[in-house]
């Protein structure tokens, strides 16, 4: 607090209440919001000596005892009659406790439903999750077993073909026919190949790994014979249907093997 604050203060309006009490000493300032008891007091030692303003204070206290006193005579009647007009307090509570309850209970019920019908609803889609997973097995296993069975076909056709063309030295004709069925062979190893990388976990495609290796194998070999007589030949269209089957299968080495030695340069006679 301010000199200023306190000197102005100290010139205020005396309480009725009040009166009495030193000039120098204003009740009014105690309730100021900014009042602080330390810079009061410093202030005040400056007019009084201290032992003063502490016997002044102290008989301040008392008077204010005095007067809560007084009122609390005054309204004694109203303090004393209030136990006696709360009548039924337990039963009131109990009334009012009643529909908190019920609330309660309702909430907890619905919460409950609400969650049992989040694990229901989880458990569905675990089933349902589970369910995709086993029909995306079954698929490829069937896929994978599809084009097994269509690639020994395949292979079956390029036995029937190559025994109605004979052993002699092929037509350019013939060779590219021959060529292109070796090309449509590797189109199905290939896919046949990707099915059973993904599914090598599975055993039922586990077993079908023999027969997929012979059926590269046997591929691999007619390649690279269909690849030298066309070479030979120089038949470029049945060279080019090679190394696309090569490439199909992913078997560079086979490719580089049967062009090695021969020019990169195949004219068409």
Known sequence: MKAGQMAGSANGVVLEENKGLPSWLKPSVFLQADFQADEYVSYLRRFVPLETLSS???????????????????????????????VNVDGAVKQMRTPFVMLKERLLAAQKAVQAELTALDQGLQRRQQAAKVKALLELMQDTAHVMSKVEK????VDALEAQQGDATLTA????????????????????????????????LQQLQPRADSAVARLSL?????????LRGGHQPAVLHCLQAFAAVGDAAGAEQGMWGWSPCICVP
């Open 222 to 230: 007619l390649l690279r014979q269909a690849l030298d007589a066309a």
């Open 56 to 86: 002044e204070l102290q008989r301040y206290v008392t008077v204010l005892k005095g007067k809560l006193v007084e009122v609390i005579n005054e309204d004694y009647n109203d303090f004393v009659s209030l136990s006696t007009k709360l």
């Open 173 to 204: 004709e013939a060779l590219d026919s021959r060529t292109r069925l070796y090309e449509r062979v590797a189109g199905e190893v290939s896919r046949l190949k990707y099915f059973l990388a993904k599914g090598q976990h599975l055993p039922s």
């Open 154 to 157: 395949l292979l079956v056709e």
